[in-house]
């Protein structure tokens, strides 16, 4: 069975690092592109951010661009995400998501965790 358990969010202040994690199982993690997708309260799913199997290859949207880095670590089955001098609209339910490839660009998405609530207040 495919599960994606976040873990590592919480109510954090601006500034500093946090960092954000997915435990893959039940597939064979090093083959596909990973991604992570959040949605704000009251609005719709906004993908975060992409890296492919072998973690070559990054790419982020331009709300996060410059202070998320996306990784992975594939002897652990783990995807991370850290996220560098955090504002108040981060916060968010963040999910990671696998992709039905290698494509970080196509946003073709099988499974969904079931997500870790960042809030981000002063």
């Known amino acids: 069975e495919v599960q994606l358990v976040e873990s590592g969010g919480g109510l954090v202040q601006p500034g500093g690092s946090l960092i954000v994690s997915c435990a893959a199982s039940g597939f064979t993690f090093s083959s596909y592109a990973m991604s992570w997708v959040r949605q704000a309260p009251g609005k719709g799913l906004e993908w975060v951010s992409a890296?492919?199997?072998?973690?070559?290859?990054?790419s982020y949207a331009d709300s996060v661009k410059g202070r998320f880095t996306i990784a992975r670590i594939n002897a652990r089955n783990t995807l991370y995400l850290q996220m560098n001098s955090r504002k108040p609209e981060d916060t968010a339910v963040y999910y990671c998501?696998?992709?039905?490839?290698?494509?970080?660009?196509?946003?073709?998405?099988?499974?969904w965790g079931q997500g870790t609530q960042v809030t981000v207040s002063s």
């Open positions: 998501a696998k992709d039905r490839d290698d494509s970080i660009r196509d946003h073709e998405y099988d499974y």
């Open positions: 890296i492919n199997r072998a973690g070559s290859s990054t």
